[in-house]
Structure formats: C-alpha cells, structure tokens
C-alpha cells in the first residue's frame, strides 16, 4: 500500500463531509446570496494550478472588448491582508493581496479587483464602489454562498488521476459528479496530455448526469525573448510546474536548470540569492518567470537585469463562442 492511500479513510470522511454541506445549499437550507449583478465564477475540482488566472484574465478580455464593464472578486490566497480589500498595484501588492490578484490588476488597470474570504462580502463591496455589470469570481465553485449566474469548472487534462481521490487522500474538493452544477468544463492544458488521461477525464465526464458544455483549452507560452539559444534557467511557484517547463522546452527555450518553489511563494532576499547563485552556477544568462511570480520578484533588485517573464496564455477551441453567448445572454 502507497503511503497517500493511507489517507483514504480521511478522503471519504472529507468527501461526506463537503457533500453534506453542498447538501444544504441543494435543498436550499442554505440560501445562495445575490448581489445584483451577473456572476460568472471559474472554479475547479481540485487543488492547484488548473489555469484559472489565465482563463480569468482571457474573460476580462472578451468582456471589455465586449463593451461590459467588469469586476473580479477573489479570496487572494497568501495574502497578509484580512477582510475585504480593494486591490491596487505596488511594490507591495503581492503580499497584501495575493499574487493572482495582483497579477491581473497590472495587466488590466482599470478594471476593479476584490479580495476576501467572504466572496458575497467582496462582491457586495465592489458593487457598492464601482458601477460594474458584470463579476467574474475566482476559485468560487466550492464557496457556493455566492449566487452565481454561470458556474465553469476547470480540469486540468494533466493531472494524475490519482489527484480525484478526496483530500486529504488526493487533491479533489469535490468529485465530477458535482459538475452537474456547471455549465461548462474547459479541459486546460490538453496539448501536453496523455491520451490515457484525456480518456480516464473523457469517460467520467461522459458518466456524469449533468447538462455542461465542455470546451478545450491548450497550454501556451509567450516571451519577448528572441534569441531562444540563450542559456535560461527557470524560476517559479505554481501548482504545478510541470506544464511549465514542458511548454517552455515545446517552445524551443534553453533550459540549463531550474528551481521550484511551492505555489504562491513570497519569494525572500535570501531566495534571490540563491537564484542568482544557481544560476551562475550553470552558466545562464536569463531567468525565465511567470507573470504570477514576476510581481514578487520584481522587487528583489539583484534580479532585475536576468528576469524575462513568461506569458502563460490558452488556445481555446471554437465552442469557447458558446461561452461568450452564455455570458451575454446573462447580462441582458
């Protein structure tokens, strides 16, 4: 027996326990709050890096090309802040509101961003602050004391499927029979996964009785640097890493090393020591970075002159448009 299948008694206490919960809020013992305004959460089944911030960020997007006005509420995870929060962007954000958060607040300035573990608190404040007409809610699918208007669920079509055993067994909130709440599932990351385990998420989403529309999503990367023979070495801290450094070899870059950190790191000077070290160590000329670490690196100014960062974007096929049409429908 595997060490983690030691935890299984602990994963199916932990899956009676939320599907009671979700219980109350099926029979309506517990009420969904509204407030006002359409809202659009992107969540997903397990814990760690699905691609929510780029899906979130792609939405923003559609949305202000679109002609709506919208906002983001998120919990902000790793922040050093409490209650809800009105992020802005600083040398300091990152550790006040969350590196997510902070992320899509300096790539879409203008645009109002929440954060708060009361995801109805959050919203309530950003409707009473800004005249937005639509919400997008981070990471909201298991926090379902916020009414939402479109619920889409995210799996990460690289995942082992080990990951769907209940926490603390695996890395699984919820099973797939909850996607009978969505209405729509993207499978991210489709271009760097198997196809055991396209076929494993193909047949559980196939047994599901729900009504969702499922679109694909590929993982891609984007950089300024234009001279892909540089030797890189490659920092970050993100759910699951693995994506990264694959795209990142896919794409042509010279990876010579790299150094991972756990998700949502606060990286330290004594970090940026290390990394310079390190790098050095084997000969690299740039550090390769996502645009979620960027802004907690950008602080350390030993690293400025190597860091390139890395846009971490997905290809979503054509029903993506269903998508828009869903949203749109909702804010009539």
């Not at 050093?80 to 040398?91: T, W």
């Not at 076929?199 to 599901?208: D, M, P, Q, W």
């Not at 450094?245 to 870059?253: I, N, P, R, T």
């Not at 991972?260 to 330290?268: E, G, K, N, T, W």
């Amino acid at each position: 027996m595997k060490k983690r299948d030691m935890l299984a008694p602990l994963g199916l206490l932990f899956s009676f326990l939320s599907g009671a919960r979700g219980r109350l809020y099926d029979w309506k013992v517990k009420p969904a709050e509204s407030v006002g305004v359409p809202v659009v959460s992107v969540g997903n089944l397990t814990v760690g890096g699905t691609g929510k911030t780029p899906v979130i960020a792609a939405l923003i997007e559609w949305a202000i090309q679109s002609g709506y006005r919208p906002g983001v509420v998120s919990r902000g995870y790793g922040r050093q802040s409490y209650g809800v929060q009105a992020v802005h962007a600083d040398d300091e954000s990152a550790e006040r509101f969350g590196d997510e958060p902070t992320m899509l607040k300096k790539q879409f300035v203008n645009v109002p961003i929440y954060v708060g573990a009361d995801r109805v608190q959050a919203a309530m404040q950003l409707v009473s602050e800004h005249p937005v007409n639509l919400i997008f809610a981070d990471d909201a699918f298991q926090h379902r004391k916020l009414k939402r208007d479109i619920d889409i669920v995210l799996i990460d079509a690289t995942a082992p499927t080990s990951d769907y055993h209940p926490l603390p067994w695996g890395m699984a909130r919820e099973s797939f029979e909850s996607l009978r709440r969505a209405q729509f599932v993207i499978l991210t990351k489709v271009n760097l996964a198997s196809s055991d385990n396209l076929k494993f998420i193909e047949n559980k989403l196939s047994a599901v009785n729900g009504d969702f529309k499922t679109i694909r999503a590929d993982y891609l990367v984007t950089s300024e640097l234009n001279d892909l023979s540089a030797c890189c070495f490659v920092v970050c801290g993100l759910g699951r890493p693995e994506a990264f450094l694959a795209s990142l070899q896919m794409k042509g870059f010279n990876v010579v090393g790299s150094l991972l950190f756990p998700d949502h790191h606060a990286y330290s000077e004594t970090d940026a020591v290390r990394i310079v070290s390190e790098m050095k160590k084997l000969g690299a000329s740039v550090i390769l970075t996502t645009e979620k670490d960027f802004v907690k690196l950008d602080r350390h100014k030993n690293l400025k002159d190597f860091v390139q960062v890395v846009s971490l974007q997905l290809g979503f096929s054509s029903d993506v448009e269903i998508l828009h049409e869903e949203i749109s429908s909702k804010t009539l």
